[in-house]
C-alpha cells in the first residue's frame, strides 16, 4: 500500500467509520448517551494518560538513577503520548486503541508487536536506523567525530561538509576568492 493511500486511510478513512458508528451508536442509545460517552472517555482518558505518564516519568528517572538507559521506559511513554491523542479524537475504535495503549497489559503487547515489527523491517531492510554522532560544536554536547569527506573550503563546488573544529569549536575558514 502506498504512503498515499495509507494517509487517506488514516485522515478520511477511519474518521468516516467512526462518524458512522457514532451515528449508529446515537440511533440505538440516543444522542445525549453517545455524547456523554465520548466525553466520559474522554476525561478517562485523559485521566488515565496523566496517570502512566507520571508513571512512566517515574521509571525513566529511576532507571537513569541507576546509570541504565530507559529504552522500555521511554517506548512506554511514546505508546501513552500515542493513547492518549487517540482518546482525544471521538470516536469508539480510536478510544478503544487509546486505552489499550494507555492499559499497562495491552500496552505490553502492542508493544511488543511494534519491537517485532521494527526488528523485521529493519533485517528486511524496509526500515532504515540513521545515527547522529554528536552536536558538532554545542557546549554541553560531545563534538564525536567528524565524518569523513570534504569539509567546507574544499575546492569541489557545491559540496559542504562538515566544519573542522577546535577544542570543540567550529573554525570557519575563508575561502581564497572570498579574501581578494
Do not use: C, Y
Not at 442509545?29 to 478517562?44: C, Q
Not at 488515565?48 to 525513566?60: D, K, M
Not at 541507576?66 to 469508539?92: C, E, F, N
Request: no cysteine; hydrophobic share 45%; net charge positive.
Amino acid at each position: 500500500m502506498s504512503l498515499l493511500a495509507r494517509l487517506t486511510l488514516l485522515f478520511v478513512g477511519i474518521p468516516l467509520l467512526e462518524l458512522f458508528i457514532l451515528l449508529q451508536m446515537g440511533r440505538l442509545v440516543g444522542f445525549l448517551p453517545t455524547i456523554a460517552l465520548v466525553i466520559i472517555t474522554g476525561l478517562a482518558g485523559a485521566a488515565l494518560a496523566r496517570v502512566e505518564g507520571l508513571r512512566t516519568i517515574w521509571s525513566v528517572r529511576g532507571e537513569l538513577a541507576k546509570g541504565r538507559l530507559p529504552g522500555s521506559a521511554l517506548l512506554d511513554g511514546l505508546a501513552i503520548l500515542v493513547g492518549g491523542a487517540l482518546l482525544l479524537t471521538p470516536g469508539i475504535l480510536t478510544d478503544l486503541l487509546g486505552f489499550s495503549f494507555l492499559l499497562p497489559p495491552t500496552r505490553r503487547v502492542l508493544l511488543k508487536r511494534v519491537r517485532r515489527s521494527l526488528e523485521n523491517g529493519i533485517k528486511t531492510g524496509s526500515v532504515r536506523v540513521i545515527h547522529f554522532s554528536g552536536f558538532g560544536g554545542i557546549p554541553g554536547f560531545p563534538a564525536g567525530p567528524a565524518p569523513s569527506g570534504p569539509h567546507r573550503g574544499d575546492s569541489t563546488p557545491g559540496v559542504v561538509g562538515r566544519a573542522p573544529e577546535k577544542n570543540g569549536e567550529i573554525v570557519v575558514e575563508a575561502e581564497e576568492s572570498a579574501r581578494s
